[in-house]
């Protein structure tokens, strides 16, 4: 556990680095590797034990920048969604939400390997109207996952901040977010000793990253810092994916397995007490099968297979088998 430790300060670091000169992003960066030290259900609090005093150092840092009215209408509904997300964390696992999270971000893809002009601006930003939706999205995914980051980064963008703007209104917008829900995920019992040791190496390297940001933001054209931000948000929905896939594989009991031999070729995948398959046979028999394994300890197995034949045409049967 103590290398573990260790090895999280080092990614933690280089996380919050990219997030200083990207915007933010580095709790989706490092949900994978929380994910590898603590249980799925623990990872939000230490993400958010982090991201709060990474809030804090750049509200202080960059405070004159805060777009107040955008603070004030995202925070009222996004802190009764976030309560609304950890109770949902109660009960359901975040992997399935994770996933579709990742392929989400994937979507940066396009964006990242546009280029853009030095000059590039937002042409006609976009009305605030929107912001009280925003921050309940925002809430409720964050009580969910303990991060948001780079997911409303565009939006941001489209209200026509400045990247210091963009930087310190996020932060005001997460700081009192974060702080509730610690409060929350403490009362719900998701945290424990190794979940605030997490969090805390998770501050200490994003108070860090935000000197960085200080000292570095001014440098950093506008155009760059949207290709990075693009660029981080790929990296991170390509890590939840993978995370999230091995989580859904484990919990599901899912396998996948593949016969070949020269009578058939079938491709299966086990899921819980089902059974998906896909043969072909003889060469030019297709066959599709679902097969659901009984509980009942006499009987093996129920499978309905689907044919597609040259010959016979399009027909079903239906196979148990009992255990003598």
């Known amino acids: ?73 995202f925070v009222p509904l996004a802190l009764p969604a976030a309560w609304a997300g950890i109770l949902l964390l109660k009960h359901i696992q975040p992997a399935y939400l994770d996933f579709f999270l990742g392929l989400f971000l994937l979507g940066n893809l396009p964006l990242m390997l546009h280029r853009h002009k030095a000059d590039d601006k937002i042409s006609e930003p976009c009305s605030i109207t929107w912001l009280p939706i925003i921050g309940a999205l925002a809430g409720f995914i964050s009580g969910f996952t303990g991060a948001v980051g780079l997911l409303f980064n565009g939006f941001y963008h489209r209200l026509g901040l400045r990247k210091e703007e963009i930087v310190a209104t996020r932060a005001a917008n997460d700081i009192l977010l974060h702080l509730v829900k610690v409060g929350l995920y403490t009362f719900y019992g998701l945290v424990d000793q190794n979940t605030v040791a997490a969090g805390i190496i998770v501050a200490v390297a994003a108070l860090a990253s935000s000197f960085i940001m200080k000292a570095s933001l001014h440098l950093i054209p506008d155009s760059f810092f949207r290709q990075i931000g693009h660029g981080a948000a790929v990296v991170a929905g390509i890590a939840m994916i993978s995370l999230a896939g091995s989580q859904i594989t484990s919990q599901n009991h899912i396998k996948f397995r593949f016969i070949q031999n020269s009578k058939q070729v079938e491709l299966a995948v086990d899921w819980k007490q089902h059974q998906l398959s896909i043969e072909l046979e003889n060469p030019t028999e297709l066959e599709m099968s679902h097969t659901l394994k009984s509980q009942d300890a006499s009987v093996e197995n129920i499978a309905s297979v ?13 196979l148990e088998r009992v255990v003598s």
Do not use: C, E, K, N
């Open 306 to 318: 689907l044919h597609f034949s040259p010959t016979r045409g399009l027909y079903v049967t239906h």
């Open 1 to 73: 556990m103590i290398f573990g430790f260790v090895a999280l300060f080092m990614i933690s670091i280089a996380a919050f680095a990219v997030s200083a000169v990207s915007g933010g992003g580095a709790g989706l960066i490092m949900m994978p590797v929380l994910g590898l030290l603590l249980t799925a259900d623990h990872v939000p609090a230490a993400l958010s034990i982090g991201t709060a005093a990474s809030s804090m150092s750049r509200i202080a840092l960059f405070f004159q920048t805060i777009q107040w009215q955008i603070v004030l209408r």
